[in-house]
């Protein structure tokens, strides 16, 4: 089944505590994404990567850190969380470019 | 400020119903897709329509396209209680092919 999985689903974390959201796909996808949902904000990007290799800053790239070493994971990496990271994320991921993306179920982040 | 901004921010209808969905946004574009989100899930892809096009359909869904106007709108027609979610336009900036924008959406509720 073609799919964009995340893990974890939920977390709760103190400030400070780094940790890694993973996301992988199994289509074979160039372009994976990750964004933030918050109520009133809509969904904005934080980072983006075209390929292997390949990534750049989104629209709220401050705090986050990502990595695409192979085609199929992109990692997000929050080094240091703060309480203002408290959010739903979403990785997503599609052929070629932003264009009819796939997206996973989501991570609830909460830091403390 | 936000590219693509939703009207109406919510929307109620009876089963059977159309449903109306407008979207303004401020810069020229690639292309205009627009998402559904079941509460807290995953987005789906619903269609993409590109900047020379003016209307495009899927099954119940027809989208319009009003370069001039810088608007979009998404019908969807003889509605279900199935249909009941969030929905939400992104662009492509002309120019900036590499980023998807997302507006803060439209939250439909259809009742049976």
């Known amino acids: 089944e073609a799919q964009v999985t995340q893990n974890p689903r939920y977390l709760i974390t103190v400030t400070g505590k780094k940790l890694t959201v993973t996301c992988s796909q199994n289509?074979?996808?160039?372009?994976m994404s990750w964004y933030r949902q918050d109520p009133g904000l809509g969904l904005r990007q934080i980072y983006y990567?075209?390929?292997?290799?390949?990534?750049d800053k989104g629209d709220v790239p401050e705090g986050y850190k990502v990595s695409r070493k192979e085609k199929r994971n992109f990692p997000l990496i929050l080094e240091s969380p703060s309480p203002n990271q408290t959010s739903l994320y979403f990785c997503?991921?599609?052929?070629?470019?932003?264009?009819?993306?796939?997206f996973g179920p989501g991570t609830r982040l909460t830091v403390l | 400020s936000q590219q693509g901004e939703e009207d109406p921010q919510a929307l109620s209808i009876q089963e059977g119903e159309n449903a109306t969905m407008n979207c303004s946004y401020k810069?020229?574009?690639?292309?205009l897709q627009w998402y559904r989100q079941n509460s807290g899930r995953g987005l789906v892809h619903l269609i993409l329509i590109r900047s020379n096009e003016r209307e495009k359909h899927s099954g119940r869904l027809r989208v319009t396209l009003d370069t001039s106007k810088k608007s979009s709108s998404l019908l969807i027609t003889a509605s279900r209680a199935a249909d009941t979610a969030s929905y939400f336009c992104a662009t492509v900036l002309l120019g900036n092919t590499d980023k998807l924008i997302f507006g803060t959406g439209t939250r439909l509720q259809v009742f049976p």
């Open positions: 997503a991921s599609s052929f070629s470019g932003p264009n009819e993306q796939f």
């Open positions: 289509m074979n996808h160039e372009y």
């Open positions: 810069t020229s574009i690639n292309n």
């Open positions: 990567s075209m390929n292997v290799e390949v990534t």
